[in-house]
């Protein structure tokens, strides 16, 4: 089972930007298709952005617009720029591999604050 580390959280202003980045352990990374996903406090945990194997993407509305994924094959990662942050977007980020099943292993995540 593939797993994931999360990192590049933090806290900034509205209207600001982060870079998260996400590694996958194991081997055939670019064989298959990765999500974002986030969950803030008293929400369930919901869909961001996908790329497939092909970098074909797909964004919650949300965050289009705003946000990009994009992947590094040869380095078994995952990224997402976040542009023109607001409070809303405040969570806890994931990545997984999709389809996402309940058999999930979700990592630890990373925290992304946005300051009004």
């Known amino acids: 089972q593939v797993q994931f580390v999360e990192s590049g959280g933090g806290l900034t202003q509205a209207g600001g930007s982060l870079r998260l980045s996400c590694v996958a352990s194991?081997?055939?990374?670019?064989?298959?298709?990765v999500g974002w996903y986030r969950q803030s406090p008293l929400k369930q945990r919901e869909f961001v952005a996908a790329?497939?194997?092909?970098?074909?993407?797909t964004y919650a509305s949300s965050v289009k617009g705003r946000f990009i994924i994009s992947r590094d094959n040869a380095k078994n990662t995952v990224y997402l720029h976040m542009n023109n942050l607001n409070p809303a977007d405040t969570a806890v980020y994931y990545c997984?591999?999709?389809?996402?099943?309940?058999?999930?292993?979700w990592g630890q995540g990373t925290q992304v604050t946005v300051s009004s």
């Open positions: 790329i497939t194997d092909t970098a074909n993407t």
């Open positions: 194991g081997n055939f990374f670019s064989t298959y298709d």
């Open positions: 997984a591999k999709r389809p996402v099943t309940v058999a999930t292993r």
